[in-house]
């Protein structure tokens, strides 16, 4: 409950700001502003709570209201409306889904993704800078990123509708949809593991990261509509996916992949067989 009061303070702060702040010449700016005020409003409800993890929902709650922003706004002279109906589909799916898998599995205020403690220890007396930066700044920079191609789509002129909107469409649909089935088969496997196994079973047989592969591959499919409306702006659209890419790549599976091996022994014999991200058969197991 008192999470939720900081996102409705949050957003309250984000639409004051759009609704009646001073604009800049630029749409996308003044969303940019209003999510890093929000963003700035959730930091101080994570310190109040003593709890970082007050900001993990904020991933999936703040593109559908910047979406439905730039898509009731004024500024929408030649825009594809069927593209953009497909892509606020697509946030709406992926968001919900996100959302609501949050309050199912946090278990509430006294559990911390152990990840920012860790951010925090490292940071020493920077500690509340780290947390900031870090834990809420860096990671909503890097969403808005991935939300420009949305932003493209929804207030700038666009091509007619094309095979790669149907593609996009597609994977933008499958993505949430991998993503629910492979966060069911997790909790299903929680229910009945023995202390130290790890989970090799359904989808996680064949990707480590399962879910990590569902949201990148959502965030691909927001820059590949960007791409279908704008085929020549292809180098400025992809860059909110390719940072996604990053860090996933780069912080969050080594850091989820170093303390699994910590903790369950038995993960290195998964590393040997089943691929890091993108899915595909794993190898057989190697005779004992």
């Given at each position: 409950?008192?999470?939720?009061?900081?996102?409705?303070v949050a957003l309250g702060v984000a639409g004051t700001w759009l609704g009646w702040g001073p604009a800049t010449r630029w749409l996308w700016l003044d969303a940019l502003v209003a999510d890093l005020l929000a963003t700035l409003v959730v930091f101080c409800g994570s310190r109040l709570l003593?709890?970082?993890s007050c900001y993990d929902a904020y991933w999936s709650v703040l593109p559908p209201f910047?979406?439905?922003?730039?898509?009731?706004?004024?500024?929408?002279?030649?825009?594809?409306?069927?593209?953009?109906?497909?892509?606020v589909v697509v946030v709406s799916v992926w968001a919900l889904r996100l959302t609501a898998n949050w309050v199912q599995d946090w278990p509430g205020l006294h559990h911390e993704d152990w990840r920012y403690a860790?951010?925090?220890?490292?940071a020493?007396?920077?500690a509340p800078l780290a947390d900031l930066v870090g834990i809420h700044v860096?990671?909503?920079?890097?969403?808005?990123l991935g939300l420009v191609p949305a932003y493209a789509v929804l207030t700038r002129p666009g091509g007619e509708l094309n095979v790669l909107d149907g593609i996009a469409f597609l994977i933008g649909i499958s993505a949430p949809v991998l993503q629910f089935v492979a966060d069911a088969q997790m909790r299903a496997f929680i229910r009945v593991r023995e202390p130290g196994q790890a989970m090799d079973r359904g989808l996680w047989s064949w990707s480590r990261h399962p879910n990590y592969f569902g949201e990148v591959s959502f965030w691909c499919a927001l820059a590949l509509f960007g791409v279908a409306g704008a085929p020549g702006d292809w180098w400025w659209l992809l860059v909110g996916f390719v940072a996604m890419t990053a860090m996933f790549e780069g912080i969050s599976i080594p850091a989820m992949e170093q303390r699994s091996l910590e903790r369950r022994p038995s993960y290195q014999e998964i590393v040997d067989r089943v691929p890091r991200l993108v899915p595909r058969p794993p190898?057989?197991?190697?005779?004992v």
């Open positions: 409950m008192r999470v939720a009061l900081v996102y409705v003593r709890n970082s910047l979406v439905l922003w730039w898509w009731l706004a004024e500024e929408r002279s030649g825009v594809n409306e069927v593209r953009a109906v497909l892509v860790q951010v925090r220890a490292r020493g007396r920077a860096v990671p909503t920079v890097i969403v808005f190898r057989a197991s190697r005779p």
